[in-house]
């Protein structure tokens, strides 16, 4: 019989030796990975501390550097940024300060603070209102009802003579009930966007934005529209004379076919009777010119001028869809409206259109936007309603609440 049992030198040693090799490999490496991370946990909290105090001695360039390594070694730490932020600040680098800031993730519970202080940095620090309307765009797409960078874009919006994209930010502020007091002043003067001081303040945008058309043409919309009298230290060492056309001579040379510049000439041509020039610079091929209501008024101003009254109603009917609160349109309908033998619906227009234009002058003789008495805030909520508006009464009745001075005139009879 054989025996089935191994010799000595058949039997396998246990354990085996490369089984011993494995395991000893893998707790060298379990060994130096606690290691590797003992030693990132100090070093990350000896650059924070050192960062920290090269703060605190006020030493910018040197906690700058020492932020960068500590970020290097915590780059989930979004607090660096705001250190860094503030290094880079004290040293009078407001390009890498914006930075810094700009790199805050969206997620981040900091995300708006640090966003707003960006902004703040690229508008007033580095002169770069287009670099800080995309900052505040971000922050709205963050957080929707968050009124403080909509009320920013309003301001450069307004100023800049972007009026399609700032009635869309009124509304779309109105939408999320996170509008300030100033869209409400915006929605109603947004075809009569005149500043004293806009002229020295788009004048500094353009030092930093020379090419930009929106910029330049603001700019010389603002000179031309400057009354006489205005103070002149607004323009500088008098190279610019208030009311002078020779900016927009420029720019009617360099863009023909800017809305701005059209619109400016149509204004003067109205002004002055001219149903010649009215009628060639409707005539332009530019797109956008058809979404403003300006545009439209005008038309109906030509058509009605040349008795083609059933198309001029039209046109004026189109400008008031494209804003209900142009009570120039509204008045100058009324007045066509009589020609036609219909007086009663025509003097339903006019009283609208009166207090639309009382309304707008109690808001210019306002010296900031920003404080609206609560009784012209149910003045401009009455208005909307009239003018069928409702979305904007809903909301400035939302604001100043339940007043029977907002409800409707058959509902206040009834009480």
Known sequence: MIDPSPTVDERIAFPPPILVKGVALLLLLVAGWWGYRIWQRR????????????????????????????????????????????????QQALDRTADYLLQIPDSDPDALTLLALAAEVQFAGLNA??????????????????????????YFYALSLQRQK???????????????????????LRQELRFSDSFP?????????????????AQACALADAPKDIDLRYYGDGEFKPGSLKLIEQC???YPHNIEIIAFD??????????????TLLQS????????????????????????????????????????????????LAQLLRRTGRAEE?????????????????????????????????????????VGAAEIAEAVQFRVGNDEQMQPESTQAAN
């Open 43 to 90: 070093t990350t909290e000896t650059l924070q501390q050192a960062c920290l105090a090269a703060l605190e001695a006020e030493d910018w360039e040197l906690a700058e550097q020492l932020g960068l390594r500590w970020r290097d070694h915590d780059p989930d730490n979004t607090r660096i940024l705001a250190h860094l932020a503030e290094a880079a600040r004290r």
């Open 252 to 254: 009617r040379e360099l």
């Open 129 to 154: 209102p287009l670099a800080a309307e995309q900052t505040w765009l971000r922050m709205i797409a963050i957080e929707p009802r968050s009124n403080a960078p909509r009320r920013k874009l309003m």
């Open 201 to 217: 303040i788009v004048s500094g945008w353009l030092r930093t934005h020379s090419t930009d058309e929106t910029l330049k043409v």
């Open 166 to 188: 700032l009635g869309a930010q009124v509304r779309d502020a109105i939408r999320h009930r996170a509008e300030p007091p100033d869209a409400y002043v915006y929605l109603l």
């Open 266 to 279: 149509l204004e003067r041509a109205i002004d002055l009777g001219d149903l010649s020039s009215v009628e």
């Open 346 to 386: 025509a003097e339903k227009l006019a009283v609208v259109a009166l207090e639309g234009k009382d309304l707008e002058r109690s808001l210019l003789e306002r010296p900031n936007t920003s404080d609206l008495p609560t009784d012209l805030l149910r003045r401009i909520g009455r208005l909307a309603r009239d």
């Open 285 to 332: 091929p530019s797109e956008a010119i058809q979404q403003d209501p300006r545009f439209w008024r005008s038309q109906g101003w030509y058509l009605r001028g040349t008795n083609e009254l059933a198309e001029a109603e039209v046109a004026y009917q189109t400008a008031l869809k494209l804003d209900p609160f142009d009570w120039r349109a509204r008045h100058e």
